[in-house]
């Protein structure tokens, strides 16, 4: 059974930085690209940064030059390294792996993780 495992989550001041981790286990996601999402209560899901096999990385305009996307594909493990978190960052937070390419709509993507909560206090 094919599963990503989100860690890493949990509650920070703004300003503070997270480290988010995805593991998929029962395959390997090397080929895939993989991608973080959001929601926050009432909220559609919005797309927070993508990484294709390549390493080639795509970001949401909320997120751009705060947060950085990174895979290390002999661990089979992505991350996210968030920055200068905001209230507005407060969201569970989603990993989801695609066999398209650059992809930032949720619809694209294959695999999706539980999700883990990140809470940012003002």
């Known amino acids: 059974q094919v599963q990503l495992v989100e860690s890493g989550g949990g509650l920070v001041q703004a300003g503070d930085s997270l480290r988010l981790s995805c593991a998929p286990s029962?395959?390997?996601?090397?080929?895939?690209?993989m991608g973080w999402f959001r929601q926050a209560p009432e909220k559609e899901r919005e797309f927070v940064a993508v990484i294709t096999p390549g390493g080639t990385t795509n970001y949401g305009g909320s997120v751009k030059g705060r947060f950085t996307i990174s895979r290390d594909n002999a661990k089979n493990t992505v991350y996210l390294q968030m920055n200068d978190l905001k209230f507005e960052d407060t969201a569970v937070y989603y990993c989801?792996?695609?066999?398209?390419?650059?992809?930032?709509?949720?619809?694209?993507?294959?695999?999706w993780g539980q999700g883990t909560q990140v809470t940012v206090s003002s």
């Open positions: 989801a792996a695609s066999k398209r390419v650059f992809v930032v709509r949720p619809v694209d993507y294959d695999y």
């Open positions: 029962g395959r390997t996601f090397s080929n895939y690209a």
